[in-house]
Every structure is written in C-alpha cells, then in structure tokens.
Nanobody, 120 residues
C-alpha cells in the first residue's frame, strides 16, 4: 500500500510563513508528478503547485512569487514553502502524487490533508 503523509500545517498570521512536507511510503517503483492542492470550506479543491519528476515547477497564479514547491526523489518527499501568507490561503492542503507501483502499474494517490489557517 502507498501512503502520503503531510505535515507542517498550522495557524499563522497574515504575512507569515509555513512549510508543508509530504512523504510517500510503501511499494513505490517511481514517483512522477507531485503536487499540492487546497480546499477552502464551501469551495472546490484547487491546484496550488505541481512539480515534475525532472523538477520543473508550476504554480497557480495566486501563489506565484510567494510559494515554492520542491522535491527530493530519493527521500520520496515534496515540500511547499509558503511565504507572505494571506487569509485567502486558508484551507486544507492535500498532497497528490502520481506513483508507479509496479510494471505498467501507475496510480494517483492523495494524502489526508493538513490544515492551514491564516489570520488577518
């Protein structure tokens, strides 16, 4: 079984910073794209940032210049460094990974989420 475990969420004042971590474990042959999504109450889950296996990042417009996604494939870990946080960044942040679990076996896995609350 593959599991994604997020950590690093919490309560922070506007303008502050947080770093989220996501570690993958289990029967993993390789990890392709890894990403972070978030969901605010009453809203749909949205993409925040994604990073390819080769390390190329992409961000939703609202976080460009404030958030940085990075990964260490050997450690099966992806991070999201969040700076200059705004109340609109509040939500549950989910890690997502496209993982190869065997020969021609590839699935998308989600973590259980970590709460980020930004106070004004």
């Amino acid at each position: 079984q593959v599991r994604l475990a997020e950590s690093g969420g919490g309560l922070v004042q506007a303008g502050g910073s947080l770093q989220l971590s996501c570690v993958a474990s289990g029967r993993i042959f390789g990890i392709n794209d890894m990403g972070w999504y978030r969901q605010a109450p009453g809203s749909q889950r949205e993409l925040v940032a994604v990073i390819t296996r080769g390390g190329s990042p992409d961000y939703t417009d609202s976080v460009k210049g404030r958030f940085t996604i990075s990964r260490d494939s050997a450690k099966k870990t992806v991070w999201l460094q969040m700076s200059s946080l705004k109340p609109d960044d509040t939500g549950t942040y989910y890690c997502k990974a496209d993982i190869s679990t065997g020969y021609q076996r590839r699935n998308v896995f989600w973590g259980e989420g970590t709460q980020v609350t930004v106070s004004s």
